[in-house]
């Protein structure tokens, strides 16, 4: 044994009896056991950071580790070449729009917080040093080789030496986990991060603890209508295809939820992670206000983690995040998707604005390509869940029929507009809570399909746009029946999917209806198709 | 100059599009009693009541059902019973009936709570009105 490497071992024993003595042995079976289920508040704060942790991954801590698993394993430590594989770096954007450059990168798993933190479950986190409207600073571990953006400014915090994502380890599969289990425990014991150790053989003999995969499950509360009462929800339904990300130190694992909200990420980890939910896709995400992603932060675990969310403002992210998945990525019928994302093309950004406006929500399409700001705006949290999620699909009919045909879009007329977006928000909403959940009794008629031209506020609700005609022209209910103010509508047998394609190239509520009538439909009576869109014109 | 050049440019590529505002309608619901004696109201939903008030004569009572819609949240209830003197009447709410045939028979209930042109609508800008309905003679002479 040469004197550097006696020195290393030295110091290590050192540091073992020092933070040894302390270990607590707090691991449990690796059974499965779920965590008691949490009431949402306990997420609806800030998240606090706690102690300051001495990193067990830079390149002096890794060489310490390797040399003290080269004295009883000279073979497993010589398959170890300790050098930069990552840099942990902290991103400082000064402006949102070198933020949204920063996260449109979606090769990072970037954090609000520091990884090298203790911290607390919550949904939010801003550094005290950085003025509240500014973007906060964000974390994240890049490969050595990341190619960092000229105009985001950042300061390197550490060079660590990965392991677990070191590509000279994977070649002999499963065995190379032992092997790095092994120098990591090491790594850890000797930063004094005992909770962090998985208790190998040179630390606890025996003991190695199995693998556990981060799992869970995530629900919703959907809040039901004031009125009328009883409400036809008021209870928990899964949330489907939210990121779950699992981070162990600057490791990150993550998994979608499927229909029943239940998640698995693999490969999983020895030691606990923490728990992170993104409300994110790849074509879209939610934000909370204008700028920073929707989050909720779970706990360091390594045991199931099952989210009830049922705060406010995080079920109203959450239900935004719900109708815009099952926009992109649900059946649709054959209509057309909200814009995807692509070259020169960002993802949509959907700004959840926890606070009342004069208005539910705006669309503004043009800053798509900027990347910039977003897309979509929507306020009022404290509204029904289903007015929440067709508000959501409304918006996002907007942003499909733009995407469609940018000019006739903009060229096009608000009873166009305004009456596609009303009926695929009919479309939608039924089907999910009607269909779907089964809630018998439940229409979410709102008023929109039952309008009269002998009622002022109706008459006005129908000149800014919001004609029930995609609705009328699809079912079978005459509301003439009500009597001759409201629309004779003998219409009926139209698929929402000809209703949007022949919306491509309507500019006026005529053109539509000649683009429906040259579809030359069986059963369908051009002079009731003209009667129906007569009654919507004139007013 | 160049800068104009350049937001023109990303301008023109971006396609533009306007900017659409999407108002919520909200309408709420005022119940005026102008009998002579108390009346007890009580809304029903899917055979559970979920409403239930005593309005003393000549008072208003103000339903809190302000929620998105041009119609107000009172009108999603099936059925509403009025009371009074120890006589009663139920109506049925016409638009929350299934078949057409039903809609159709229920509409030639003259005097209905739930039919929207007994009511007088106050506009509150143009995005929000309130819907007043005077429980009168006409409802009394309904009940037995």
């Not at chain 1, 960092?148 to 677990?164: G, K, Q, R, T």
């Amino acid at each position: 044994m040469n004197r550097k490497k006696s020195k290393i071992l030295g110091l290590a024993l050192v540091a073992f009896v020092i933070f040894g003595s302390c270990k607590k042995d707090d691991f449990t079976s690796s059974g499965k056991r779920n965590l008691t289920s949490k009431n949402s508040d306990d997420y609806s704060h800030s998240i606090n950071l706690g102690t300051h942790l001495r990193n067990p991954y830079t390149i002096s801590v890794m060489d310490s580790a390797k040399a003290i698993l080269e004295l009883s394993s000279p073979t497993d430590a010589s398959k170890f070449i300790v050098r930069v594989t990552h840099r942990y770096v902290k991103f400082k954007p000064q402006t949102w729009d070198q933020y949204d450059l920063l996260v449109a990168d979606t090769s990072l798993d970037l954090y609000d917080y520091p990884l090298d933190y203790e911290v607390s479950i919550g949904d939010e986190y801003h550094d005290p040093q950085v003025p509240i409207d500014s973007p906060t600073y964000q974390y994240a571990a890049v490969p050595a080789n990341y190619t960092f953006l000229s105009n985001v400014p950042y300061e390197i915090l550490a060079d660590l030496y990965l392991p677990e994502q070191d590509p000279n380890l994977f070649f002999d599969g499963l065995s190379n986990s032992d092997l790095i289990n092994k120098l990591v425990d090491k790594a850890m014991m000797l930063t004094g991060n005992f909770d962090d150790t998985i208790g190998t053989e040179a630390y606890t003999g025996n003991n190695l603890k199995t693998t556990f995969d981060p799992s869970g499950n995530v629900q919703i509360y959907d809040y039901g209508f004031t009125h009328p009462s009883p409400a036809f929800t008021n209870k928990y339904i899964p949330l489907e295809g939210v990121k779950i990300r699992a981070r162990r130190w600057f490791t990150s694992r993550w998994a979608y939820t499927d229909a029943a909200g239940n998640y698995v990420i693999r490969p999983g980890f020895k030691r606990p992670a923490n728990y992170l939910l993104v409300f994110e896709r790849k074509d879209f995400d939610v934000r909370k206000g204008t700028f920073g992603q929707a989050t909720i932060n779970g706990p360091k675990s390594n045991l199931p983690w099952n989210l009830f969310i049922s705060d406010r403002r995080q079920c109203f992210e959450g239900h935004i995040f719900r109708a815009a998945f099952d926009y992109y990525y649900d059946c649709i019928s054959g209509i057309g998707r909200p814009p995807i994302k692509g070259f020169l093309r960002p993802k949509v950004k959907i700004a959840a604005h926890n606070k009342d406006k004069a208005y539910n929500a705006q669309t503004h399409p043009w800053v798509r390509l900027l990347g910039f700001y977003s897309m979509i705006d929507v306020w009022k949290p404290d509204r029904a869940s289903a007015e929440i999620y067709s508000t959501t699909i409304h918006e996002l009919g907007h942003a499909a029929h733009w995407d469609r045909n940018h000019r006739k879009y903009n060229a096009c007329e608000n009873k166009v507009a305004e009456s596609w977006c009303r009926g695929i928000q009919y479309v939608f909403t039924q089907r999910e809570y009607l269909d779907r959940m089964g809630l018998t009794g439940f229409d979410f008629w709102q008023g929109w399909q039952y309008l009269s031209t002998s009622n002022a506020t109706d008459v006005k609700h129908m000149q800014d746009g919001y004609t029930p005609i995609v609705i009328d022209l699809m079912d079978t209910f005459n509301q003439r029946v009500y009597g001759n103010s409201w629309v004779d509508d003998k219409v009926s047998g139209f698929s929402i999917q000809e209703i949007w394609n022949t919306l491509n190239t309507a500019e006026t509520l005529d053109d539509w209806r000649n683009n429906l009538k040259a579809l030359g439909k069986p059963g369908v009576n051009p002079s009731d198709l003209d009667d129906l869109f007569d009654y919507y014109i004139s007013i | 100059m160049k800068n104009i050049i350049l937001v023109s440019t990303i301008l023109m590529l971006s396609g533009c599009g306007k900017t659409i505002i999407d108002y919520g309608n909200t309408a709420q619901t005022k119940f005026v009693n102008s009998l002579s004696t108390t009346v007890t109201l009580d809304a029903y939903s899917s055979g559970k009541i979920g409403l239930s008030s005593n309005i003393s004569p000549g008072d208003t009572f103000s339903l809190n059902d302000k929620e998105e819609g041009t119609r107000p949240g009172f009108f999603k209830y099936d059925s509403l019973k009025l009371q009074t003197s120890g006589k009663s009447k139920v109506d049925v709410n016409c638009f929350n009936l299934n078949s057409d045939s039903e809609k159709a028979r229920c509409s030639s209930d003259t005097v209905n709570i739930f039919d929207f042109s007994d009511y007088a609508i106050i506009s509150e800008g143009d995005h929000s009105s309130v819907y007043f309905y005077s429980i009168s003679y006409a409802d009394s002479l309904e009940m037995k």
